[in-house]
């Protein structure tokens, strides 16, 4: 008892469901009562406050309670099915189905990691991106699809069909909409002047329509190789007129005020922004130093990385091209201290940068550089850094070849084009230059400053 209230303090393991169909903690079997302590330690171990500890451990203590069964026979996806649903249809306020829900997903999470069960993969939506299409047009985009997935890494095939799918299926979709095209041969360039100025007017711009016309070209061809018609005068069709996309780089002062926020929360005193703010050195440098992409921060694992030798392989990246990527010391001792306070390997996701459990999501970088830019006033995309990172190198003397392996480039052209933008690596190839063509003709460079000759034909009046 307490002297303010004269009641027991308050304690998770004396609040009792008011559901008179699920079990207080204190009927529990006592594994589920271990198992559950185990879960919200894994929460904190993670970084989450002790806020979001309780609010994320309503939902998993109500399905323990409701499911009453040993936590090792649980199904993960049907069982927390079930007990969303039942907790849909007793509540309707919905701020506490959100966290019902997000504890939920979290304690499947935590089971599946427990049961070594992996997590299940997402499914194209087909009804969508297939609709009003005909059969024969349906087969022929599963087919092409089917084919390309065998050119993506495993991890990246919902993510890169749903991209493959957008681009080509609109096109599609508006085409057997108004043109009534229910096979490939009816596919002619009219149809595609017709779409284009329907898409233009609606202010997409050339690029975005440049990369529907070589997905339609693709289909197309694709087609073609199984021997079926099509029409040949489609490939003539000539691609929109676009604005050179040259890189973007970050300058050295915008850097040090990104670096300098980022090393705020480094050294803040609260533990969660402190393990947050290592976390985003780590990834910041690798992509500064290192000119890293952002998927590759993200599917980083601990056996491509090697500390000791300061070097991490990139395997099945861009084009699914292997690679290795060598660490500065910066970079290095950034990695070493974000480790130390990552938590224990064995009860996380292999992958180097977690967050709350999870790998890292393809906008969590993004989402964090405009964290920081907005206190120090910078507007930074994660793709600048590696942009960046090129500029560094070449403007430090590092031969392209070399500058083109270590950021991946396929072909050399992209790399040059750092080379022709920037003035530092220009400047200095001229005027290195420029000092031997000296050297080897002193006569025809031996030229006086103009006040030294005017005072010399002074002397001489």
């Known amino acids: 008892m307490t002297r303010s209230t004269g009641k027991r303090p308050f304690h998770y393991k004396n609040v009792r469901p008011i559901d008179p169909h699920v079990k207080p903690i204190k009927a529990w079997i006592p594994a589920n009562r271990g198992f559950y302590d185990r879960f919200r330690r894994w929460m904190r171990e993670s970084g989450c406050t002790e806020v979001t500890v309780s609010a994320y451990s309503i939902g998993p203590r109500f399905a323990l309670g409701f499911l009453d069964k040993p936590y090792w026979t649980f199904d993960p996806q049907g069982d927390i099915e079930i007990v969303l649903a039942y907790l849909e249809n007793s509540f309707n306020d919905p701020a506490w189905l959100v966290h019902y829900r997000k504890g939920l997903n979290k304690f499947a999470q935590f089971i599946r990691l427990c049961q070594n069960k992996p997590t299940p993969t997402k499914t194209v939506n087909w009804a969508y991106y297939l609709d009003g299409l005909s059969e024969t047009m349906v087969e022929d985009v599963r087919a092409l699809l089917k084919q390309l997935q065998r050119n993506w890494p495993s991890e990246r095939h919902y993510e890169s069909s749903v991209t493959a799918l957008s681009h080509?299926?609109?096109?599609?979709?508006?085409?057997?909409?108004?043109?009534?095209?229910?096979?490939?041969?009816?596919?002619?360039?009219?149809?595609?002047?017709?779409?284009?100025?329907?898409?233009?007017?609606?202010?997409?711009?050339?690029?975005t329509l440049n990369s529907e016309l070589r997905s339609v070209c693709q289909y197309l061809h694709f087609v073609d190789d199984l021997g079926r018609e099509v029409c040949e005068r489609f490939f003539l069709i000539q691609p929109l007129r676009q604005k050179p996309r040259l890189p973007k780089d970050v300058p050295l002062d915008q850097i040090r005020l990104l670096q300098t926020e980022i090393e705020k929360d480094v050294n803040a005193?609260?533990?969660?922004?402190?393990?947050?703010?290592?976390?985003?050195?780590?990834?910041?440098?690798?992509?500064?130093?290192?000119?890293?992409?952002?998927?590759?921060?993200?599917?980083?694992?601990?056996?491509?990385?090697?500390?000791?030798g300061k070097k991490t392989r990139i395997e099945q990246s861009k084009g699914l091209k292997d690679r290795f990527v060598y660490l500065s010391s910066a970079a290095t001792a950034a990695l070493e201290g974000y480790l130390a306070v990552r938590g224990p390997r064995?009860?996380?996701?292999?992958?180097?940068?977690?967050?709350?459990?999870?790998?890292?999501?393809?906008?969590?970088?993004?989402?964090?550089?405009?964290?920081?830019?907005?206190?120090?006033?910078?507007?930074?995309?994660?793709?600048?850094?590696?942009?960046?990172?090129?500029?560094?190198?070449?403007?430090?003397?590092?031969?392209?070849?070399?500058?083109?392996?270590?950021?991946?480039?396929?072909?050399?052209?992209?790399?040059?084009?750092?080379?022709?933008?920037?003035?530092?690596?220009?400047?200095?190839?001229?005027?290195?230059?420029?000092?031997?063509v000296e050297g080897a003709l002193p006569d025809l460079f031996d030229i006086q400053p103009a006040l030294q000759v005017e005072a010399e034909e002074g002397k001489t009046m």
């Open 168 to 207: 080509l299926t609109l096109s599609l979709r508006w085409m057997a909409v108004h043109a009534g095209v229910k096979d490939a041969v009816e596919i002619t360039p009219q149809v595609w002047y017709a779409y284009m100025d329907y898409r233009l007017a609606d202010g997409i711009s050339p690029t």
């Open 346 to 436: 064995e009860a996380l996701p292999p992958e180097v940068f977690i967050f709350r459990h999870s790998p890292l999501t393809r906008s969590y970088c993004g989402q964090r550089l405009k964290t920081y830019g907005r206190r120090c006033g910078v507007r930074v995309t994660p793709h600048q850094l590696r942009h960046t990172c090129a500029t560094l190198l070449l403007n430090a003397g590092a031969p392209v070849l070399a500058v083109q392996s270590i950021l991946g480039h396929q072909h050399i052209d992209t790399t040059l084009g750092y080379a022709r933008l920037y003035d530092g690596t220009i400047a200095a190839d001229y005027y290195k230059a420029m000092e031997k």
């Open 269 to 308: 005193s609260h533990r969660n922004v402190r393990r947050l703010g290592l976390m985003d050195r780590a990834w910041f440098l690798l992509m500064l130093h290192c000119g890293m992409r952002t998927g590759e921060i993200r599917r980083l694992a601990f056996p491509d990385l090697d500390i000791r």
